[in-house]
Each structure stands twice: as C-alpha cells, then as structure tokens.
C-alpha cells in the first residue's frame, strides 16, 4: 500500500507535465498589439471583454528610461507613454479587429492627454511591431478618418515599438481589484460621457 501511495506520488508530477504539454499543443496561435488609449487601466478592462482577446497587460512604452516606475512615467520625464500589451487569438481576431476595436474606446481628437488626464504619458497612440501591423495601422487610420461621425482631425500617433515595460502588480487588473475605486475614476473622469459624444452609444 506504501508503495503504491509513494509511486502516485512520483508519477503525479508527469501526468501534470504531460497534461500540460497537451494543452499547449492544442493551444491557439496569438499575437500581440501595443496600445495606448490614456489610463491603461481602462483601456486594459475594454479589452480584456472583447471575445477573442487571450490577455491584456498595462504596461509603460516608447521612453528613454530602463525599468520605470509608475511614478517615474506619471511624471512625464520619461518619454514612455501608459500602453496595453493586447494578445489575442489569432484563430478568433486579426490585428485590424484589434484596431478596430481601439478607436471608440479612445478620444482621438486630442494628442495632450485623454479624458481627465493630461500630458504626453497619456496621449493616444499605435505601436507597430512589424512592416504588417504598419501597413494595417495606416489602412486603420485612413479607414477613420473617413468614416469618423466627427469633423475633428485625428490625433493618433503610429510608433515603432520598441521595449515594452510591464506595469506594477497593483495596475494589473485594477477594475478587477479595485472595482468601486475604478468605475468612481471613469465616471469622475467622464471617459465613457466623452465617447458617446465622439462615436455614439455604444451597442
């Protein structure tokens, strides 16, 4: 009885292996989209509900500091800008599904900020990856700026990606943790008022 206990015991740990070995066989193809739409804490929770998305990750890019902080980009000192690390499901969603997504979530009339927050670190913008996501994100941009409900130009910036700095823990997931906290923040910052203004209700 002892021995048969100690080989369960020993062999437990392959069967996990093996399982998991399995599921990453059958696992779907991702990809991945760097956003910025100001506060990633919002742009992070309109992605992580769109069907198809495998996760989104806040995080800071574009600046000239190693490793910042929180407070270091918050500053504006750093040249990063508060960005979202979408990946998704390449089975389920393409990169121009993503960037469709992206614009009624953001304000793009302004490049000084968005919503209640001001300055270059909150600024709108599409980081580009590769020579494809470029091409995409130009036929994205001249796709909106034709179809906008708006006469405002357009204020996005397309950049080359380069680092990408995951954000604290505390910001993963913050409308998870901290939901009164968040939605008392989108509200008091009249982020979806402003949208609805710019794109429409929503559907």
């Known amino acids: 009885m002892r021995l048969f206990t100690i080989l369960i015991i020993l062999l437990a740990p392959l069967g996990v292996l093996a399982g998991q070995k399995q599921a990453g066989d059958t696992a779907s193809n991702t990809e991945t989209a760097i956003l910025a739409g100001g506060c990633f804490w919002?742009?992070?929770?309109?992605?992580?509900?769109?069907?198809?998305?495998?996760?989104?990750?806040?995080?800071?890019?574009?600046g000239h500091v190693k490793n910042p902080t929180y407070e270091q980009v918050s500053s504006g000192t750093t040249g990063h800008i508060e960005v979202v690390k979408v990946t998704y499901d390449t089975d389920k969603l393409g990169y121009t599904d993503i960037l469709d997504r992206f614009w009624p979530t953001i304000d793009p009339t302004r490049n000084d900020g968005q919503f209640c927050d001001t300055g270059p670190q909150y600024r709108p913008a599409i980081f580009y990856q590769n020579d494809t996501q470029h091409k995409q994100a130009l036929a994205s941009i001249k796709k909106t700026e034709k179809t906008k409900p708006?006469?405002?130009?357009?204020?996005?910036?397309?950049?080359k990606a380069g680092q990408f700095y995951p954000a604290e823990d505390y910001h993963q997931d913050y409308y998870k943790k901290n939901p009164y906290r968040y939605n008392l923040y989108r509200y008091g910052c009249r982020r979806d008022a402003r949208l609805e203004e710019l794109w429409g209700k929503a559907p």
């Open 42 to 62: 919002c742009t992070e929770a309109d992605f992580e509900k769109l069907d198809g998305v495998v996760s989104a990750v806040s995080g800071y890019a574009g």
């Open 150 to 159: 708006f006469k405002a130009p357009l204020k996005v910036e397309l950049i």
